[in-house]
């Protein structure tokens, strides 16, 4: 069956899909439409056909869905980011709920009361306090920006309006400020500057190189992070973990500032203080939207109150976003992180905090996890919140610990749906689900689950 055609169709937009794609059907079959919205009559092009499903191109939008808006960047449809600007938000959030719910319900067995109403973004636009921005020679000149859709090529980006207004500020004036230094940033190819914003406002910048840049190159890179307003840079040489300051200065265990909560006051020191304070380490990883990572450890945190005084897992705790506020109300918590800087971060915060009750434990949490498991350890509550990839290898060793309930944090429905699967024949089962919009304007989602044994 050809795939592209040349010939129009007619369709009838019906509802949403994953991926930040809209659903028609014609002649039988599924077709998938990028950049459409329920309710639209469009013309359409085939790019791609199946025996059951196709895909297809907008090529003319014949009468517009209320759901319709005005996209808000210049540059949508060409940089592959966002997929949704086109739809308002309260639609957007719509079409994840009812794609996630779909996806969700089938594979897991759930009724879709089960599936909650989601966590929304209390801002539709800037809200990302960071960014990761590919750097490519151009024909004249240096280009910083996004890749193209399925391609590895740059589209040179000045504003970007899901970043902070302090991240576009930088953005604005990056090519510009590396210009003068064209040729030596192709010898050391340089391939992608990563800027965080911590919660004072202050931005702090990673250069990646591929080679090794030359002294000079060094000292013309940290003048120009300073001219931008920029903390110190920092860089990193091919694939090595480890961060260098560009200034030759030891890194000096540089920690990024950031806030947690406000969380009601729960007994443990001060009642008035329920803003906790969380350090991350240089390059350290830290959820992009402050606003809904809020309202996750919000309901984490209101989730646990019944568990007050009892004990607590935390798997894959990076510096302490779900540990500290699990320690306001746990008599204790054991926290487990593969990453060394990360626990050595974490001791730090909890005691900045005063938090005595945490135990940080460093290493791979399927054997930690056994360990404690034959040591008699027996948490009341786990939470995980693991990478992509999911948790699997560590389910069963969770499950033997048998703890009474479980919350799971996911970044990927896919391997979400996989471990909610396992953990069902491990004895659980599925309280509550519900999406976080963690990505505003784009298709990707967070998700919380909640699970009783």
């Given at each position: ?44 092009r ?7 499903y ?42 994840k ?12 067995g ?9 966590i ?27 890749k ?12 970007c ?19 003068p ?23 702090w ?51 990024m500032?950031f ?5 009601p ?29 809020r ?18 897992l ?28 990360s ?51 560590v389910?069963?060793?969770v ?50 689950a909640?699970?009783?044994?």
């Amino acid at each position: 069956m050809n795939d592209a055609t040349t010939d129009t169709i007619t369709l009838d937009i019906e509802s949403f899909a994953d991926k930040g794609v809209a659903v028609a059907r014609l002649d039988g079959r599924v077709v998938f439409v990028p950049f459409a919205a329920p309710g639209d009559k469009i013309l359409a092009r085939y790019t791609k056909q199946k025996r059951s499903y196709a895909q297809a191109s907008l090529v003319e939008l014949l009468v517009p869905s209320p759901l319709r808006t005005q996209p808000s960047c210049d540059y949508y449809g060409r940089c592959g980011g966002c997929s949704w600007q086109h739809l308002s938000y309260q639609a957007q959030l719509r079409g994840k709920a009812e794609s996630f719910a779909g996806f969700c319900a089938t594979r897991l067995g759930i009724d879709k009361k089960t599936i909650l109403a989601p966590i929304a973004s209390p801002c539709e636009y800037g809200y990302r306090n960071r960014v990761a921005l590919g750097v490519a020679p151009g024909k004249n000149a240096i280009v910083v920006g996004f890749k193209l859709p399925r391609s590895r090529e740059l589209i040179s980006i000045k504003r970007c309006p899901v970043l902070t207004e302090e991240l576009n500020a930088v953005l604005e004036k990056l090519e510009t400020a590396l210009n003068p230094h064209s040729t030596a940033i192709r010898e050391a190819m340089l391939s992608t500057i990563k800027l965080q914003q911590d919660a004072t406002g202050a931005i702090w910048p990673v250069f990646e190189f591929q080679r090794r840049p030359a002294n000079m190159l060094l000292h013309a890179m940290s003048a120009t992070a300073a001219e931008l307003g920029l903390s110190p840079l920092y860089i990193r040489v091919g694939k090595a973990h480890r961060l260098i300051r560009a200034d030759g200065k030891d890194t000096g265990g540089a920690r990024m500032p950031f806030t947690l909560g406000p969380f009601p006051a729960s007994g443990h020191g001060d009642e008035d203080a329920n803003e906790l304070k969380m350090g991350v380490p240089m390059g350290g990883f830290v959820q992009a939207n402050s606003g809904v990572n809020r309202g996750l450890a919000q309901a984490v945190y209101t989730d646990i109150s019944r568990f007050s005084g009892r004990e607590v897992l935390d798997l894959y705790c990076g510096s302490g976003n779900f540990t500290l506020p699990l320690a306001l109300q746990a008599k204790g918590v054991t926290a487990v992180e593969l990453a060394r800087e990360s626990i050595q971060t974490l001791k730090e915060n909890a005691q900045t905090n005063g938090l005595a009750n945490i135990r940080a434990l460093c290493g791979q949490a399927e054997r930690l996890c056994t360990e404690l498991s034959s040591q008699g350890y027996s948490p009341d509550y786990c939470l995980i919140d693991p990478p992509r990839s999911g948790a699997a290898e560590v389910l069963h060793a969770v499950a033997k610990m048998k703890p009474e309930r479980i919350a799971y944090v996911s970044c990927a429905p896919p391997t979400l749906v996989r471990d909610l699967q396992q953990l069902s024949q491990e004895g659980y089962s599925i309280e509550s689900l519900r999406i976080a919009d963690m990505f505003p304007q784009t298709a990707h989602v967070e998700a919380l689950a909640f699970l009783t044994r």
